[in-house]
């Protein structure tokens, strides 16, 4: 079973970057995209980033522009790098996985907040 570890977050001011980072751990798993989705207070999942293992992105409105996701396929790891963050962008950051023949692997989550 596949289980994804992510790093970085933390607090940052507006218009600051922060990059985050998700390495998926364990043997005997095939993982075809990868990706981000954040979750505010009071509100709904939302879409930030995703990446097939072709490098096909695709970006939730809200962050096109300023958050770019990358990948290394060699090391199962998914990258995130934010610029220009607006308070809005204040959520837990989950890392995504969908896996071959499995069910979709989750992260625990990481706080990134952004503020003054």
């Known amino acids: 079973q596949v289980q994804l570890v992510e790093s970085g977050g933390g607090l940052v001011q507006p218009e600051g970057s922060l990059g985050l980072s998700c390495s998926a751990l364990?043997?005997?798993?095939?993982?075809?995209?990868m990706g981000w989705y954040r979750r505010a207070p009071g509100k709904q999942r939302e879409l930030v980033a995703t990446?097939?293992?072709?490098?096909?992105?695709k970006y939730g409105e809200s962050v096109k522009g300023r958050f770019t996701i990358s990948r290394d396929g060699a090391k199962n790891t998914v990258y995130l790098q934010m610029n220009s963050l607006k308070a809005e962008d204040t959520a837990v950051y989950y890392c995504?996985?969908?896996?071959?023949?499995?069910?979709?692997?989750w992260g625990q989550g990481t706080q990134v907040t952004v503020s003054s």
């Open positions: 995504y996985a969908e896996q071959m023949l499995r069910s979709d692997a």
């Open positions: 990446i097939t293992t072709t490098g096909k992105t």
């Open positions: 364990g043997r005997g798993f095939i993982i075809n995209t």
